[in-house]
């Protein structure tokens, strides 16, 4: 019988560094003063028929949280979700366009004329393999369609502002960039600035993004008989534990929030065999284009060095099959007028710097915000404590709370939308603001 005894089991993680976090996140919400946000400019009754219109979408966006939870669909296969939003669309007499921009799965639908500023709503709904909406998806996918239909009255009416809102159905967040992938397909060439929201375990305004890359390493060795002839050999395992060491010695002297995860997905065939093939597959994330670009150039030398080191050769590739995420630029001036619809709500979101920078993931809705004026709030959905992509998170995605994050986020939205068209110098405030932010990127060869 072979020895089958297994050793103890995985350590459990300390939480205690968490809880700091959560606490020092409390002290320095209670601690900072509530910023001042201008009052809006929209008409209360404008303002007061959004938000009803909103309210009385509940039972619509509440089978939408709850209808893609329960059937999740991973980047590209989101069929059956597109075809539940596309149908509740139909339901309110929209006719929305399904597989756009080179997508199967992306929809596009729009209210108003094509005189004046457009603004566009970017509704997610892809999840995650196995886990499922640990990300909350749904209730993205919930909050963007009922802003569009809650903008239904003010935008048919005989004085609704000149201009568009487009609702982007936009597919394929995880693990890729599919709102990039809508971007060079020309989905942004028409659009002036484009907003959505994020749930989370608060509600806050502005909280950093990293920008991300993903990256293949192919070393390639010399096999030979490991006990026989090893000299004759180069050891592609070698070069990739060499390289996967460097990353960890490199995180030292790396900035605080940028981050590197690495595996090995391909590492020999048998012991007694040289391996002549391993492949590294990794993220790198940074805070800052120019630093993600520097972090770059920085793995680039660690894969040749050990390729080096060992003998072996390297093939690096970069953003295979997933093009690159850069971090979200936000806009302060959108983001206030959310956050003054959020309070209408009874939400308070809190502003950058509250949050600590190193709890922070990546979106593709950077490289949005880095061709027009953006914002990716969060709103609240579960405890401070529970992480995305965990599946409390997912438990928490289906709840009351998302419901009621998702109506809350469709009138932020919806209002934020609606101010932006209407008010002139709100439009021209956002626009100054992101130019002196460097104005728009050229993404697709940001990284040539």
Not at 10 to 38: F, G, M, N
Not at 43 to 61: C, G, K, N, Y
Not at 75 to 89: C, D, G, I, P
Not at 368 to 395: I, N
Request: proline share 7%; glycine share 8%.
């Amino acid at each position: 019988m072979p020895d089958m005894t297994a050793s103890t089991p995985p350590a459990r993680p300390s939480a205690a560094y968490l809880d700091h976090l959560v606490a020092e996140t409390e002290q320095r919400r209670r601690s900072t003063p509530a910023p001042d946000v201008a009052p809006s400019t929209l008409p209360e009754a404008s303002t007061a028929a959004v938000e009803r219109a909103a309210q009385e979408l509940e039972p619509e966006l509440r089978e939408i949280v709850e209808r893609l939870h329960a059937d999740p669909e991973p980047a590209f296969e989101e069929h059956r979700s597109a075809a539940t939003l596309v149908e509740v669309l139909a339901r309110h007499g929209v006719e929305a366009e399904l597989g756009v921009h080179g997508v199967e799965t992306a929809f596009r639908a729009e209210l108003g004329s094509g005189d004046g500023p457009t603004v566009a709503i970017c509704a997610e709904y892809d999840a995650l393999p196995v886990i499922g909406h640990a990300c909350g998806h749904n209730v993205i996918a919930a909050a963007g369609v009922g802003a569009f239909l809650a903008l239904q009255g003010a935008m048919t009416s005989d004085d609704a502002p000149a201009g568009r809102v487009v609702l982007l159905g936009t597919p394929a967040e995880e693990g890729h960039s599919g709102k990039e992938v809508l971007a060079r397909a020309g989905a942004f060439d028409d659009v002036d600035a484009a907003i959505m929201v994020h749930p989370f375990g608060l509600d806050v305004a502005d909280q950093v993004w990293l920008g991300r890359r993903l990256l293949t390493w192919t070393f390639t060795g010399r096999p030979a008989h490991a006990s026989a002839q090893p000299f004759m050999g180069r050891n592609a395992l070698d070069a990739a534990t060499l390289a996967y060491q460097g990353i960890g010695l490199l995180r030292q002297q790396l900035p605080p929030v940028d981050r590197v995860h690495a595996t090995i997905v391909e590492g020999g065939t048998r012991p007694s065999v040289i391996t002549e093939r391993a492949v590294m597959r990794l993220y790198a994330r940074s805070k800052y284009p120019d630093t993600l670009r520097d972090l770059s150039s920085r793995l680039d030398d660690v894969a040749r060095g050990a390729a080096l080191m060992t003998g072996t050769q390297v093939e690096i590739e970069w953003d295979d099959g997933a093009l690159p995420s850069l971090p979200v630029r936000t806009n302060s001036a959108l983001t206030e007028r959310w956050v003054a619809a959020q309070r209408r709500r009874g939400r308070d979101p809190l502003p950058a710097g509250i949050v600590p920078e190193t709890i922070a993931a990546s979106t593709d809705f950077g490289n949005v915000s880095f061709r027009v004026p953006g914002m990716h709030p969060l709103v609240q959905v579960s405890t401070p404590e529970v992480a995305l992509h965990t599946a409390e998170f997912a438990a928490a995605a289906a709840g009351p709370a998302a419901v009621s994050a998702a109506v809350d986020g469709a009138f932020g939205l919806a209002v934020t939308a609606l101010e932006y068209l209407a008010d002139d110098a709100l439009r021209a405030a956002v626009h100054d603001e992101f130019e002196a932010q460097g104005g728009p990127l050229d993404v697709p060869h940001y990284f040539d």
